[in-house]
């Protein structure tokens, strides 16, 4: 059995442990809401976007662009969105483990595809594994302005209109509730799915200077703003499942404080009924 | 006075909604002026101050990466980044501009020369815009 020292420091190491984690829990909880904030100020902006890509796309047979369609696919881009530090839960894991599987199972030659990854941590597993990343970001800071990617995006989406690649997968955690985020796989481009939002705007337009000109500036912009948005979903994906994370490891130490604490008490009195015994049998032998 | 809605969102979120009697801002090929009432239109923007006006008043916007959507009553600029002159940090477009100006100097590849140059147009636009408030 462990010696009442023992137990007093593993008590106050895990109480220090305790002190950490619910530090951390609540910065967490607080950019949660923040990153919240922010992907609620990204939806007017990407949902008028939306409107007027989708009622120039469905206006007419000669809306053609290379990026509204779909060629034989001969490399495909993964754009990989992790986070720079750890202690996120399965955040990183759950998502890192769905690329690799999709990528063994699609692909025969390194030549097939090609990964684009934001963080740290999901850079550091690719390097790891040997496979090829054309394009990387990290330290992004936890409430990402759009001039923080804008680069990359831009890059990203020029990588399709050379023909580099010809398609653009992105995954990112979906975030759902504080308590649950989602493994979301999307495809970015080509662009297929535009005709959802299109019945909302019944005007027509005039296109100045034509259409072609204005897709040709309408559809990177589109694409771009398309990861943006799982930037920002994915950053408050993140805090919460840090959140979380923390939150059952400042329980976990709890429950151990507990247990320790009985166990400390059950030693002392051993201690305590041990010396009384030794006492007694003492003055029992005296008389 | 007629007057439209004008609001301007960036990725960011909005900048403004407001009502104005007339836009005016510089599209690809050359300037347009919308007055309520007008035919629903889209038009890319170029890097550049929207003007807007309204109340004898002129309230210039840089805008960078955007394009303007209108309707009869409501105009809608949507754009990468806008910023009306007190947003705007002076310090670091001026910072900016000269790092541009440098790279551009320098004359690297063709990829690099065109984002040099992208870059020293929003310097250029939002130090304009900036100094006439």
């Known amino acids: 059995m462990a010696s009442l020292r023992d137990i007093k420091t593993r008590i106050t190491s895990t109480q220090k442990t305790k002190q950490i984690t619910k530090a951390m829990q609540m910065v967490s909880a607080s950019k949660l809401n923040k990153a919240e904030l922010n ?84 850079r550091d597993f690719f390097k790891k594994r040997g496979i090829p990343v054309t394009k990387e970001i990290t330290g992004l800071p936890d409430q990402p302005n759009f001039a923080d990617i804008k680069d990359l995006t831009a890059e990203t989406v020029q990588l399709y209109i050379d023909e580099e690649i010809d398609e653009l997968i992105v995954y990112f955690n979906h ?62 994906s993140e805090h919460a499942s840090r959140m979380t994370a923390m939150q059952s490891a400042t329980d976990n130490a709890s429950d151990l404080i507990d247990d320790l604490s009985l166990q400390y008490n059950r030693a002392r009195q051993a201690a305590i009924t041990q010396e009384i015994t030794e006492i007694v049998g003492g003055v029992a032998a005296l008389e | 006075m007629k007057t439209l809605i004008v609001s301007v969102v960036t990725p960011d979120g909005p900048v403004l909604e407001d009502n104005f009697e007339m836009v005016s801002c510089k599209a690809e090929n050359g300037e347009l002026g919308i007055l309520p009432g007008h035919i629903p239109l889209v038009a890319p923007l ?52 000269e790092r541009a100006e440098k790279r551009l100097k320098a004359k690297q590849d063709d990829v690099d020369f065109r984002r040099a140059e992208y870059a020293l147009k929003r310097a250029i636009n939002r130090l304009d815009v900036a100094e006439n408030r």
Not at chain 1, 197 to 203: I, L, R, V, Y
Not at chain 1, 217 to 233: F, K, N, R, T
């Open chain 1, 39 to 122: 992907a609620k100020s990204f939806v007017p902006y990407s949902e008028k976007l939306q409107e007027v890509v989708a009622s120039i796309a469905n206006s007419g047979e000669e809306a053609e662009h290379p990026m509204l369609k779909a060629r034989e696919v001969k490399k495909t881009a993964y754009f990989v969105i992790t986070s720079d530090r750890g202690l996120a839960g399965a955040y990183n894991s759950s998502i890192l483990r769905a690329v690799y599987r999709t990528i063994q199972e699609k692909h025969q030659s390194e030549d097939e595809y090609t990964v684009i990854v934001a963080g740290r941590v999901g």
């Open chain 2, 46 to 97: 170029t890097i550049s101050a929207v003007r807007l006006k309204g109340n004898n008043d002129t309230k210039p916007i840089a805008v960078n990466g955007g394009f303007l959507e209108v309707r009869p009553d409501k105009v809608t600029i949507l754009a990468q980044s806008a910023e009306s002159p007190s947003d705007i940090d002076v310090e670091r477009a001026r910072r900016a501009k």
């Open chain 1, 175 to 236: 975030y759902i509730s504080a308590i649950s985020q989602e493994v979301t796989a999307k495809q970015l481009l080509p662009l297929t799915n535009l005709d959802e939002g299109a019945n909302k705007s019944s005007s027509m337009y005039e296109y100045e200077p034509n259409q072609e000109e204005i897709l040709n500036v309408l559809l990177p912009q589109y694409a771009e703003s398309l990861i943006y948005g799982a930037l920002l979903d994915s950053k408050a």
